[in-house]
């Protein structure tokens, strides 16, 4: 998609922050144990036939992120779109597995899910609620309303927008970036005859690495996003850092 297109594409109100009612916290601590560390454990010490088996193991490991997310949605009352794609791709990673399909298979579902956020936070651009804001520009991180009404002021909507392109730009980058690794994880681990504990295991052993080598690279970038729409926020608002920044 050309830059040029996306950058012409701005309704009356792409200017405008979603103000989303507040959420209860997340834990990450339990994020982290249903959907990385029990797995992991369940799967590679779990999975011979003096324990759970194989086709058992994996039922019981991806059961933990399943519930997890059912969990999320209960607790918030909706419907929350990064758990429901969770649980899809969980449900997928089971599905293959059960039907002892090719790894290939994994590695291709492991690609696909974080590139068609990509995809979807461009092709956003087009409408007058990008990605963007949802993900990072929203009320739980930035004071959305003052932001709003200093933009207003300085009549500086205009560029407002255009630092949203691009910072949607660099958040589709993080989402490509954690497709290829993502991919490449899969190919490099899963080497496995599919229906073997030796499958299970190396499939533990990419749930485990999936943290350190794919979690945080792409949430560096993220990091950098959100720095750099620190930098632009504060240049178009006059605002310091302290006022943009949301006071718990």
Request: contains cysteine; aromatic residues 6%.
């Amino acid at each position: 998609m050309p830059t040029d297109a996306i950058g012409s594409m701005k309704s009356q109100d792409s200017h405008k922050i979603n103000m989303p009612p507040p959420q209860k916290q997340e834990s990450l601590l339990l994020n982290l144990l249903c959907n990385i560390i029990l797995p992991t454990l369940i799967l590679t010490k779990l999975s011979s036939d003096d324990y759970l088996g194989i086709k058992l193991a994996i039922i019981v490991a991806l059961a933990f992120p399943l519930i997890y997310g059912l969990h999320d949605f209960i607790t918030r009352g909706k419907l929350n779109f990064f758990s429901g794609l969770g649980v899809v791709s969980v449900s997928l990673t089971g599905g293959i597995s059960l039907l002892e399909m090719d790894a290939i298979y994994i590695a291709i579902k492991e690609a696909s899910i974080p590139g068609v956020l990509g995809i979807a936070t461009l092709l956003s651009l087009k409408t007058s609620q990008p990605l963007i804001h949802t993900l990072i520009l929203n009320d739980k991180v930035f004071e959305v309303g003052k932001i709003n009404r200093a933009l207003k002021t300085n009549g500086c909507e205009a560029e407002f927008d255009q630092l949203l392109i691009n910072a949607s730009w660099i958040l589709a980058g993080s989402f490509f970036l954690s497709s290829i690794l993502n991919y490449l994880l899969a190919v490099i681990i899963l080497t496995a005859e599919p229906g073997t504990v030796s499958f299970n295991e190396q499939l533990g052993k990419m749930t485990a690495l999936s943290f350190p080598v794919i979690a945080l690279p792409a949430m560096a970038v993220m990091m950098g996003n959100i720095l750099y729409l620190f930098r632009g926020i504060k240049k178009l608002t006059g605002l310091s850092l302290e006022s943009i920044l949301k006071q718990k």
